[in-house]
């Protein structure tokens, strides 16, 4: 039963996936999305630009059918009435294609975001696998595209009928006028009746586009078991890291307890936290922890400092201070300077008699100076 649940898609792509992905062009895309952004780009240039190009062809018209016989003789002026034609046409004209270009452009990048691959111009003889074809032939995606085929149809055709009925008067009337009027009147009149087909293209466009990026989504699910197979690959075999890891912590343990016998002193709880400070004047600003550890640690550097005759100095609440706020080979916070330093003088005075040389000092005070936002 786990095995099955681990071979079902249920998981959400990863990142790298995705990433792999679209590296091979296997990206969200919705084709009716980019035509009709670009068909209402197109119609959208024709209404703003339809004038010009109007006014433009116009004058070339004019122009070209105005020729007399001294015209007709001279050669050169067949390249003069091409100039001209260009130069009049070629700035309204130019002027839509960019604004088709940059409709082109937001179309089809507006879903998935811009990428460029040369995977999937390249060759591969997948491609020609006959099976693959009919596979996509009779597949639920050629279902789905036959759906929205016959759905474009019915909202194109259903549009133009529409627009024909609404301008049909308007239509009729351009047979009654005389040029310009009629050449302008028709290119207003193409331009709204266009813009009114391509708007009808939104409506596919608005279903597609949720459908390719949850179809997208979908496909790129990966079991439980490609998730964990990624997962060791990208970051490692958990198994090998956890031998690193507790490597690592046995070599820190070593080296932790290698420092013990070189401290000045060991502070306790006195059973659950032990504490090593070592402090050396003119090369360490504070007092540096050089090993800690609870419980089991605990026991094992106190051990130790007995061992090498560490003095072992009991106060619980200096020894969960010091624990929680210090890492090892770091000085204490300026706020247990105080608590540490009666410490430290304690244990020097306690040297000190015990050579023989001095009284015997006085108990170290139980209360230790330990700001409130140290005491754990």
Request: glycine fraction near 6%; aromatic fraction near 8%; hydrophobic fraction near 45%.
């Amino acid at each position: 039963m786990s095995a099955d649940s681990d071979m079902e898609k249920t998981e959400d792509p990863t990142g790298k996936k995705l990433e792999q992905a679209a590296e091979k062009g296997n990206i969200a895309r919705s084709r009716d999305l980019a035509t009709a952004f670009v068909l209402m780009g197109s119609s959208l240039a024709l209404l703003v630009f339809g004038s010009q190009l109007a006014h433009a062809t116009l004058t070339v018209c004019r122009r070209l059918f105005s020729l007399n016989l001294k015209d007709i003789q001279d050669p050169y002026q067949m390249f003069n009435g091409l100039g001209t034609a260009v130069n009049e046409v070629m700035p309204p004209f130019m002027k839509m294609i960019g604004v088709i270009v940059i409709a082109g452009i937001v179309g089809n990048t507006l879903l998935g975001g811009y990428n460029f691959t040369w995977y999937g111009a390249s060759f591969r003889i997948s491609k020609l696998d006959p099976m693959a074809g009919i596979k996509r032939m009779f597949g639920v995606q050629s279902l789905v595209e036959l759906i929205k085929s016959i759905l474009k149809v019915l909202v194109v055709g259903g549009g133009a009928y529409i627009l024909l009925k609404i301008f049909f008067d308007d239509i009729m009337a351009l047979s009654l006028m005389s040029s310009p009027d009629d050449i302008i009147s028709a290119m207003y009149l193409l331009g709204w009746m266009f813009f009114g087909l391509c708007a009808s293209t939104l409506l596919i466009a608005a279903i597609d586009a949720p459908y390719q990026k949850w179809s997208h989504h979908n496909q790129m699910k990966m079991t439980k078991q490609e998730v964990k197979d990624e997962y060791k690959n990208s970051e490692g075999n958990p198994e090998i890291k956890s031998r690193i890891r507790g490597m690592q912590i046995q070599i820190s343990r070593r080296r932790m307890m290698q420092e013990v016998p070189q401290a000045d002193v060991i502070v306790t709880n006195p059973t659950h936290y032990s504490v090593a400070l070592k402090y050396e004047q003119g090369r360490n600003r504070a007092p540096v922890v050089v090993a800690k550890g609870v419980d089991q640690m605990a026991f094992y550097i106190r051990q130790i400092a007995e061992s090498h005759k560490v003095p072992i100095i009991q106060s619980p609440a200096l020894a969960r201070s010091i624990y929680y706020t210090t890492e090892i080979d770091s000085p204490i916070p300026e706020q247990l300077f105080a608590a540490v330093a009666q410490v430290l003088a304690y244990v020097y005075q306690l040297k000190v008699y015990k050579r023989g040389r001095g009284s015997k000092p006085k108990p170290l005070a139980k209360d230790l100076p330990i700001p409130e936002g140290f005491r754990h």
